[in-house]
């Protein structure tokens, strides 16, 4: 008796933490430059700053990322190391095998068949409401900016003006520059990130009558190959 109240209080933990998951939204901060040198740095939070995490690299340095949980702080130094050399002869041909065995479900599966006009509507509405959901709340970025050939400046600019009613917690302060390569300049972007509606999207995706169809013939092609 004890072990199912042990047990049904564990529960209930779980899913007050997968419900503070979905419904607290994690904030995010992008902050960098490049002027003589560059430097990028972010940071996320979450759950009212009690979890922040924070990512920084600066030219010529190693990548450093650091998270704190309640007041408890780790950081930890990123290095590059390329360990494609060293991996197990039995892992790279279980990824040859696994890599084999998509293959074989894309050729029985002509997904061409499916790229019609209402599922193309479907996945653009989706990547927008994506969009516009993850878009920043405060967004700046000043700076000067060129190209070798000042054709492909003078393009930039055309798309920068074509762009330019953007909210007012938005500043673009780019300056173009024709006399050669150049990018030099500061950005900073804050905004937040509720993972309960990027869910709603995605259902309302899944759930839409054009990728009902493909999954029901996914299920449908699995199940005749099964047999």
Not at 6 to 27: D, H, K, Q, R, S
Not at 29 to 53: A, D, H
Not at 96 to 102: F, G, N
Not at 159 to 186: M, Q, W
Request: aromatic residues 16%.
């Amino acid at each position: 008796m004890i072990i199912l109240w042990i047990l049904g209080y564990l529960l209930l933990f779980l899913l007050f933490i997968l419900a503070l998951t979905i419904i607290v939204p994690f904030e995010y901060v992008l902050s960098g430059e490049r002027y003589m040198y560059y430097q990028v740095q972010g940071q996320f939070m979450w759950l009212f700053r009690s979890v922040k995490g924070s990512f920084k690299k600066e030219q010529a340095q190693e990548s450093t990322f650091s998270i704190q949980l309640f007041g408890f702080r780790k950081v930890m130094d990123i290095k590059d190391h390329d360990n494609t050399s060293s991996i197990p002869v039995e892992k790279k041909e279980k990824k040859q095998k696994k890599k084999a065995t998509i293959e074989k479900k894309k050729k029985r599966m002509d997904w061409k068949a499916f790229l019609n006009r209402g599922l193309l509507e479907e996945a653009f509405g989706f990547i927008k409401e994506f969009m516009l959901h993850m878009a920043p709340e405060k967004l700046e970025c000043t700076g000067d900016f060129g190209f070798e050939d000042p054709y492909h400046t003078g393009i930039s600019c055309a798309v920068l003006s074509a762009v330019s009613p953007l909210p007012e917690s938005y500043g673009l302060y780019l300056t173009p520059h024709f006399e050669g390569p150049k990018l030099e300049g500061r950005f900073y972007i804050k905004g937040k990130i509720q993972i309960i509606v990027l869910l709603f999207y995605a259902c309302k995706l899944a759930f839409s009558k054009p990728v009902r169809k493909i999954l029901f013939q996914f299920i449908k092609e699995e199940i005749s190959y099964g047999i």
